[in-house]
């Protein structure tokens, strides 16, 4: 059978299509082909699109997707994306979660336009947990209506990525579309690891020695010490169990936040790069290129490319034979 061909919306650094082509490596195991390749990638962020390029060789196309006409992208059999998640997102309280009434969570109804023009063979869509809640949860039940409407059997599921391998807890909802003619039963992965004893742990994947700016500043352990009793920050992760959820702003994390940060013989720092980049599962051989600011960005944005494998494999198990 020849190569599947994805198109890829919101591709961000890559984290969707690492997972999607398979064919890489992360702690010791080998995670197969998918039999897939991506002949299109869209993002508008520059910086995540320079770190894609130099991973897959592919310039994204970095228009608006809304600004992107059906026509203009290759065939291809299945579509995915990530769309922006930022209005759905639990955390995103400042403003108030606006769902589907804020511009940017508006961006799926693109998804949807480009499946009922081009009638792909199949798309996957990831989003935060928060999806499920946004809007007083009336959002979920569109967003699921319009992948239907476009003419696709849908299921959906809620993964962590800690059941497959990935040293990070992080929940996503993941929506999978088979078009409604080709008949598909699709089901979700198995889980790799049912129980909290067999996550992979932190410590797997932090380097034992970084340079002191990593390191936060006395001044600023001794501020954050102070206010601890009622605030609840410096969350420092144990290191025996999974990080918890890295985000996009790690660049600017603070120990006022809830962002995760080490604690290293006493002292506190933040992630480098790197490290973000293992936990979320990304191979050693991924390049990271750019700012470090922009590196943290596009990695906090990313799908762990572990967990995503296996959604790939299983669409591509139960992917009938090309027609």
Not at 37 to 60: L, M, Q, R, S, W
Not at 208 to 217: A, Q, R, T
Request: glycine share 6%; net charge neutral.
């Amino acid at each position: 059978m020849d190569k599947l061909r994805v198109a890829s919306f919101f591709c961000g650094c890559g984290g969707t299509d690492v997972g999607l082509l398979g064919g890489f490596e992360f702690q010791g195991k080998r995670y197969s082909s998918n039999n897939m390749e991506i002949v299109y990638a869209n993002d508008i962020d520059p910086n995540a699109c320079a770190i894609f390029e130099k991973n897959f060789g592919i310039t994204p196309d970095s228009r608006d997707i809304r600004e992107v006409k059906s026509d203009e992208i290759p065939e291809f059999d299945i579509l995915t994306g990530g769309f922006p998640c930022q209005s759905f997102s639990i955390v995103a309280q400042n403003p108030v979660r606006l769902g589907i009434k804020d511009e940017r969570g508006k961006l799926f109804f693109e998804m949807c336009r480009v499946l009922r023009e081009k009638q792909p063979k199949c798309f996957i869509a990831e989003n935060v947990k928060g999806l499920m809640t946004a809007n007083k949860r009336s959002a979920f039940p569109l967003i699921l209506k319009e992948f239907e409407d476009s003419g696709y059997d849908v299921k959906y599921s809620i993964l962590n990525s800690a059941n497959y391998g990935v040293p990070q807890k992080r929940e996503r909802v993941i929506i999978v579309g088979f078009r409604k003619d080709l008949k598909v039963d699709f089901t979700f992965p198995n889980l790799v690891f049912e129980n909290e004893e067999q996550f992979i742990p932190l410590s797997t994947v932090v380097e034992d020695e970084v340079p002191e700016k990593y390191f936060f500043s006395d001044r600023a352990v001794a501020g954050m010490m102070k206010n601890r009793d009622t605030m609840n920050k410096g969350r420092a992760q144990d290191i025996t169990k999974p990080c918890n959820t890295v985000g996009a702003h790690l660049a600017k994390v603070s120990l006022n936040s809830t962002d995760p940060v080490l604690m290293v013989n006493g002292r506190y720092r933040r992630f480098t790069p790197r490290e973000v980049a293992r936990i979320q599962s990304f191979p050693e051989t991924f390049e990271l290129v750019g700012s470090e600011s922009a590196q943290y960005r596009a990695l906090g944005n990313a799908i762990p490319p572990v967990m995503f494998w296996h959604v790939a494999d299983a669409v591509s198990e139960q992917f009938p034979i090309s027609k």
